[in-house]
């Protein structure tokens, strides 16, 4: 059953109200995705599989619980369309193993030389080039930057918890751990990762409109991007490992 006729055998008129009041924002999230994602993905698709995420949210949504519908909607829009992603993942596996890797030699660095480890430092820790290991970084930030989604995803639970009021508060605390300590590993990053992020994910530019920002390439941008999502898988390991 699509989205469409998912919603259509609904007929609760607030969840309809709802679902017709917001269908533009699965749209303007799924082209949002597109800009970082292959060719081969249809935006039908994400705009599918955002529709039954809104119809969720709409259905499960609790006004009294202090989050607006639209930010609700969002975390659950965008739930929907990554699990869709994910489901038909073409990223290779061993570009997700190189990633890791990548990760995990940022962190032991760090930890080593007490400071953000360089690109170079990087590539002679794992004994490849620093050409292949720019390579890998542009291959984490296009294998759908599900690290880094992942990560906020998580952090969004606390969202999703005003559809789950059986939530005990200790439930909650991991939630806001996670949140806290993601929040603490960004504003560790270096500068410029650090505004490649916001401009990715908070002004929603893209690569080529950060790079036109930086005043470098678009690849250099997605490296960028690559180092920042490998940075912060390998500074919050103790929790993408528990």
Known sequence: MTGIALYASVQLPDTET???QNMGLVKRIAYHLMTRLPASIQVEDLVQAGMVGLLEAARLFDPALGASFETYAGIRIRGAMLDELRRNDWTPRSVHRKAR??????????????RDARDAEVAEHLSISLTEYHHILQ???SCHLFSVDELLESGDQILEGCAAPTDSPLEQIPRSGFTEALA???TRLPERERLVLSLYYDEELNLKEIGQVLQV???RSCQILGQATLRLRGKLCDWTLA
Do not use: C, H, K, Y
Request: no cysteine.
């Open 139 to 141: 291959d984490a930030a």
């Open 101 to 114: 890797e990548v990760a995990e030699a940022i962190r032991q660095l760090e930890e080593q030389l007490g």
């Open 184 to 186: 603490e590993a960004i």
């Open 18 to 20: 709802l679902v017709m």
């Open 217 to 219: 390439s678009e690849s």
